[in-house]
């Protein structure tokens, strides 16, 4: 993708980004670094959001925050496993909790990857080009 402190504008184009967040700033800089690389961004500030959007909406791939009030992200992550179009749906883990939800727990439990907070902007468009990959 080129140099670290760079990435295409058209990475994502065409691909359709669930972000669940609870913390609206967070929200606001994923979708503002997501849209730059052309994907189209629908957000949730809570899992269960989350959910009822999935009723009427089929991402490309969900990126979801881990430590969230109420329900968190692994609790999403099975919900979404338990629908019948969910199950082929890649979910992208981030978290500012690193040493409670270390990559292995969140690759172990299902999600496809773990990004941590705060957002690297390359970082999150090169791990979701990968798990979006339509080859």
């Known amino acids: 993708m080129g140099r670290r402190d760079r ?3 058209d990475a994502l184009v065409g691909v359709h980004v669930l972000v669940v967040d609870d913390d609206e700033d967070s929200r606001d800089i994923i979708q503002t670094v997501l ?3 052309g994907a189209l961004v629908t957000l949730a500030a809570s899992a269960a959001e989350a959910l009822r959007t999935l009723g009427h909406v089929t991402p490309d791939v969900v990126v979801s925050d881990i430590a969230m009030p109420e329900h968190d992200g692994y ?3 099975r919900e979404l496993r ?3 179009s969910g199950g082929g749906i890649p979910v992208v883990a981030i978290t500012a909790h690193g040493d409670r939800h ?3 727990r969140t690759l172990s439990a299902g999600f496809q990857a773990h990004v941590r907070k705060p957002i690297d902007p390359w970082e999150l468009c090169r791990v979701l080009v990968s798990v ?3 080859d």
């Open 102 to 104: 270390r990559p292995e």
């Open 7 to 9: 990435f295409p504008s």
């Open 75 to 77: 609790w999403l992550l």
């Open 132 to 134: 979006t990959r339509r």
């Open 82 to 84: 338990a629908l019948p």
């Open 35 to 37: 849209r730059y690389c």
